[in-house]
């Protein structure tokens, strides 16, 4: 038994200086230290020995299967450092090969324009008020002076949460809010969503972006309305920009009006953008109405206001070209990144 105990010690020792891979490595452990293996199958065949034999047979089968796990460690050691180089040798860094281009994000276009306008009304004082687009239907239609049976209001035009609250369909009920939540003078632009039932085609979408604005002071009269949009377009669409005032009808403002500018497409020649006529509609205005200052506990007879509404998705694809209005809620980047 001592005779086989050596001899299986010197051939595992030839063969473990032959195994190449890991799994070599397993199939030789099986082969000799598995249940099956050779060296095992030999130490239970030590239940045959006499009492003076065990003890010296068993030291020496420990030393051998120690002297095997030893050689078999340092074989897998090597083998393992193998297969480390050769990783590092494939993923080797070539260090002169340009880097990956880290993807950077940006503004969304009609973000821009937000943004320019933000600073355009910023360096006129006005600050940015902000309102939720779940609004109380009190705050988008009653205080807004809009007639309880105006079309607007119908269940086919406005998304409903229930009969107080719906999806503000216009930014001007922010105007409600600052006019109660400030004391007056109040100066406040207010970009954001709005929701209206519009089925979605290149020029119509449920969601859509607007921004308001709001002035309401002692003295306050049309002059400073005409005055400050036309000084807001001119530094939008540059200084040769003409507008024009159109009367109009708005609930919440009397006298109220639309203001066109000149077409930013054909710059006032006519084109199939402004049909013809050279000039485009930018936004509705107007001077605020007595009942909606009332509605928000402020004296008409002391003081006054105007406010403009401007949408801003036909300014964004007017101002980059973008055909079909659906392009700027697709998040395809290969669109956005042009910008
Ligand atoms: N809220 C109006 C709309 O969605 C736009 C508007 C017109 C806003 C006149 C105003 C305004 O503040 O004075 O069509």
Redesign the pocket.
């Known amino acids: 038994m001592k005779d086989q105990l050596l001899n299986i010690q010197k051939e595992a020792k030839e063969k473990i200086q032959n195994l190449h891979s890991l799994e070599d490595l397993e199939k030789f452990r099986i082969e000799f230290m598995g249940k099956k293996g050779k060296l095992t199958s030999i130490l239970r065949g030590m239940g045959g020995l006499s009492k003076e034999e065990r003890p010296i047979i068993g030291k020496l089968a420990n030393e051998v299967r120690e002297a095997i796990e030893s050689e078999l460690g340092k074989m897998k050691t090597s083998i393992e450092e193998k297969i480390l180089l050769e990783k590092l040798e494939k993923d080797k860094i070539d260090i002169t090969l340009p880097g990956k281009e880290v993807e950077v994000g940006h503004h969304h276009p009609l973000y821009n324009i937000i943004g320019e306008l933000e600073e355009i009304f910023a360096s006129l004082g006005f600050a940015v008020a902000e309102g939720p687009e779940i609004e109380l239907v009190r705050y988008n239609f009653d205080n807004l002076n809009v007639p309880l049976d105006h079309s607007s209001r119908d269940k086919s035009d406005t998304f409903y949460i229930n009969d107080d609250i719906c999806l503000r369909?216009?930014?001007?009920p922010v105007?409600i809010r600052a006019m109660k939540a400030k004391d007056v003078p109040i100066k406040v632009i207010a970009p954001g969503k709005?929701y209206r039932t519009d089925e979605i085609d290149a020029t119509h979408s449920p969601l859509f972006h607007?921004i308001?604005?709001?002035i309401v002071d002692k003295g306050i009269t049309m002059a400073d309305l005409k005055g400050t949009l036309e000084y807001v377009v001119k530094r939008l669409y540059g200084e040769e920009t003409k507008t024009r005032f159109r009367p109009h009808q708005?609930y919440?403002?009397e006298p109220?009006a639309e203001m066109d500018a000149t077409c930013i497409a054909c710059h006032g020649k006519g084109c199939n953008v402004c049909k013809g006529s050279g000039f485009i509609e930018i936004?509705?205005?107007?001077m605020v109405h007595p009942n909606v200052l009332k509605a928000c506990g402020i004296d008409p007879d002391v003081y006054t206001g105007f406010?403009?509404?401007m949408g801003l998705d036909r300014m964004t694809m007017l101002k980059y070209g973008i055909k079909d209005l659906r392009l700027l809620f697709a998040n395809d980047t290969e669109l956005l990144t042009q910008f």
Request: aromatic share 14%.
């Open positions: 369909t216009q930014t001007s105007q709005v607007q308001e604005g709001l708005f919440f403002t109220s936004l509705g205005c107007g406010a403009f509404g």
